[in-house]
């Protein structure tokens, strides 16, 4: 029965999925199309060429207005499927953190009995110890998430409608270092998971090299759906 616990391991290791990284993407433009017809032919006289410049006016600003109302849609549209990601994501990163602590208890309860039969077990435990760090930054990095996220800002509604336009631009520009940022955070959470498995995987080989052959085990299965 011994070889068991350390097929189960080792399987619940190799098959531990840890996403690899978060998407979001924006899309929306649009211009507003005006034209005035006045039915005059011929030369227009002073009053029609102002209309017409005040036409011409009031077409600008309703496109910068319309322009704006849609960079705004969709960087609302942008800030809420990133919440929706980074919230699944982060769910199945912290998932994968919980079963390789499982693994972890199970070791370490596996080396206590052997270290009370006399048999040093240090060598798993360092790999153990190394695995511990690597799930401890994997948690840094998560707990770091919703700090950098709140720096992904929404249009603001004080603005004009003139300066609108340009102001939601520039928060766009400045949420793309942001989102950069969010993209290097779950890439290194990912590469603190992966470390963390191949510790455990060489705990289990080292555990098993020092097992008796006579030692009885218990069957333990993990879920690693």
């Avoid at 110890?129 to 770091?144: P, R």
């Avoid at 766009?172 to 990912?190: D, G, H, P, Q």
């Amino acid at each position: 029965m011994k070889k068991y616990i350390y097929i189960s391991m080792i399987v619940s290791l190799v098959m531990l999925c840890v996403p690899t990284s978060a998407k979001a993407e924006i899309n929306g433009a649009g211009t507003l199309n005006m034209r005035a017809d006045y039915g005059v032919q011929g030369k227009k006289g002073t009053k029609d060429i102002y209309r017409d410049k005040k036409v011409s006016d009031d077409s600008k600003v309703g496109s910068e207005k319309n322009e704006a109302r849609l960079f705004g849609g969709a960087l609302e549209s942008r800030r809420e499927m990133l919440r929706k990601n980074l919230t699944m994501i982060t769910a199945r990163i912290e998932a994968g953190i919980s079963r390789l602590e499982q693994i972890i208890t199970r070791l370490e309860s596996r080396n206590t009995k052997l270290a009370s039969e006399g048999i040093k077990t240090t060598v798993s435990a360092g790999f153990i110890a190394q695995a511990k760090v690597e799930l401890a930054g994997a948690k840094a990095d998560i707990a770091s998430l919703p700090e950098t996220f709140n720096q992904v800002k929404e249009e603001s509604a004080s603005r004009t409608a003139v300066t609108m336009s340009a102001d939601v631009k520039l928060t766009l520009e400045k949420n793309t270092v942001t989102l950069t940022k969010i993209r290097t955070i779950l890439k290194s959470a990912k590469d603190h998971l992966v470390v963390a498995r191949s510790y455990l995987i060489r705990a289990v080989q080292a555990t098993k090299a020092v097992t008796p052959q006579t030692s009885t085990e218990i069957k333990t299965e993990i879920n690693t759906d």
